[in-house]
């Protein structure tokens, strides 16, 4: 096996242990590979391993991996902070956007969705952890973010993402995947159809699926270290 495809396996691995601890079925959970910063021949062995969707965050570095791999069969995931002069080059290209935390972007990315593609997937991202990081709406806000998607033809809200502060206390881990599940349930309560939580990374992927993540988005674990 090469690396990648035994990191791969590993990492399935690890998301059905979790996933049988939870008692959630395995296939309830989705992995997303985050391929930023490594190039189109390693992105083509996890293809070759069987991976389909992938994760970028940052728009140009991904365009030019996107039209090198288009022969491949690939779904994009865009999960890094959104400039407004970007979402054209997002609408066009990619599958799903994990990052809109304003109203303006997520008008922007309907009006520039091409007739011809399916509607984009959309996730808020929700800033569980407070000030100490940078990207996501103030939790309740996304409850009128939410409306505001969902009155948007050429967008298909799916669900709420969030990144954490990185922390090795597993306890608040999970008080903070707990916080974006009871969100996730409040606006299904309201009535959004929603079906994606998306959380957790290389670090924390088990915490994440105890709560009820349905798609982890994994770098380091599958790629290696970032350099
Ligand atoms: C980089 C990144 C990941 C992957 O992180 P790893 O710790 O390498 O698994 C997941 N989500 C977002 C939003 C990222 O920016």
Same mark, same amino acid.
């Given at each position: 096996m090469t690396p990648i495809s035994a990191n791969l396996q590993a990492v399935k691995t690890r998301m059905a242990a979790a996933?049988?601890?939870?008692?959630?079925?395995a296939e309830s959970i989705t992995l997303l590979a985050v391929s930023k910063t490594f190039d189109t021949a390693r992105i083509r062995e996890c293809h070759a391993a069987g991976?389909?969707?992938? %994760?970028e965050n940052y728009v140009q570095e991904a365009l030019g991996k996107i039209a090198a791999l288009a022969d491949c069969d690939m779904a994009w995931h865009m999960i890094g902070?959104?400039?407004?002069?970007?979402?054209?080059?997002?609408?066009?290209?990619?599958?799903?956007?994990?990052s809109v935390e304003r109203d303006k972007i997520a008008?922007?990315?309907?009006?520039?969705?091409? *007739?011809?593609l399916p509607p984009l997937n959309?996730?808020?991202q929700v800033n569980v952890s407070g000030e100490t990081s940078k990207s996501g709406i103030g939790p309740g806000m996304e409850i009128a973010l939410a409306d505001v998607i969902s009155n948007l033809p050429r967008l298909r809200l799916r669900g709420l993402m969030a990144v954490p502060e990185p922390t090795s206390d597993t306890t608040l881990r999970r008080q903070r995947f707990a916080q974006?599940? @009871?969100?996730? @349930?409040?606006?299904?309560?309201r009535g959004h159809a929603l079906d994606t939580l998306s959380m957790g990374m290389s670090d924390d992927m088990e915490e994440a699926i105890a @709560? %009820? *993540?349905t798609m982890v988005r994994i770098g380091t674990a599958i790629f290696g270290a970032r350099t």
């Amino acid at each position: 096996m090469t690396p990648i495809s035994a990191n791969l396996q590993a990492v399935k691995t690890r998301m059905a242990a979790a996933a049988r601890a939870a008692g959630r079925p395995a296939e309830s959970i989705t992995l997303l590979a985050v391929s930023k910063t490594f190039d189109t021949a390693r992105i083509r062995e996890c293809h070759a391993a069987g991976q389909r969707a992938f %994760g970028e965050n940052y728009v140009q570095e991904a365009l030019g991996k996107i039209a090198a791999l288009a022969d491949c069969d690939m779904a994009w995931h865009m999960i890094g902070p959104i400039q407004s002069n970007k979402t054209r080059a997002i609408a066009e290209h990619f599958q799903w956007v994990h990052s809109v935390e304003r109203d303006k972007i997520a008008l922007r990315l309907n009006a520039s969705r091409p *007739a011809d593609l399916p509607p984009l997937n959309i996730c808020i991202q929700v800033n569980v952890s407070g000030e100490t990081s940078k990207s996501g709406i103030g939790p309740g806000m996304e409850i009128a973010l939410a409306d505001v998607i969902s009155n948007l033809p050429r967008l298909r809200l799916r669900g709420l993402m969030a990144v954490p502060e990185p922390t090795s206390d597993t306890t608040l881990r999970r008080q903070r995947f707990a916080q974006l599940r @009871e969100m996730h @349930e409040n606006l299904m309560a309201r009535g959004h159809a929603l079906d994606t939580l998306s959380m957790g990374m290389s670090d924390d992927m088990e915490e994440a699926i105890a @709560e %009820g *993540a349905t798609m982890v988005r994994i770098g380091t674990a599958i790629f290696g270290a970032r350099t």
